[in-house]
């Protein structure tokens, strides 16, 4: 299994992003499929993700802000991330797993990461 992303960098505060995060070895409609944040000194958070019930949640603080998309027919999800703010800052992963009781939250797959920097 592996997880590609790609779409970080360097941002002026209020730019706009787009992650990208390319699965191979499995086909991400069979799993719970995320994107985590970690940014230095602070606790891993996960920004978004499509629940076990097909809803796709969102950290509060990146509502409105940021858009979680997959494409199953190319093994593909994505991250929209608008109007960034400096704490946005922070390497992003994306993630998948099986569901455990019917929940979307044991995530075995990890990508490399894709690193966020966002100037004020």
């Known amino acids: 299994v592996q997880l590609v992303e790609s779409g970080g960098g360097s941002v002026q505060a209020g730019g706009s992003l787009r992650l990208s995060c390319a699965a191979s070895g499995l086909t991400i409609r069979n799993y719970c499929m995320a994107w985590f944040r970690e940014a230095p000194g602070k606790q891993r958070e996960r920004v978004s993700y499509i629940s076990s019930y097909g809803h796709t949640i969102y950290l509060e603080s990146v509502k409105g802000r940021f858009t979680f998309s997959q494409d199953d027919s190319k093994n593909a999800l994505y991250l929209h991330m608008s109007s960034l703010k400096s704490d946005d800052s922070a390497m992003y992963y994306c993630?998948?797993?099986?569901?455990?009781?019917?929940?979307?939250?044991?995530?075995?797959?990890w990508g490399q990461g894709t690193q966020v920097t966002v100037s004020s």
């Open positions: 993630a998948a797993g099986r569901p455990l009781f019917g929940e979307c939250k044991n995530y075995n797959y």
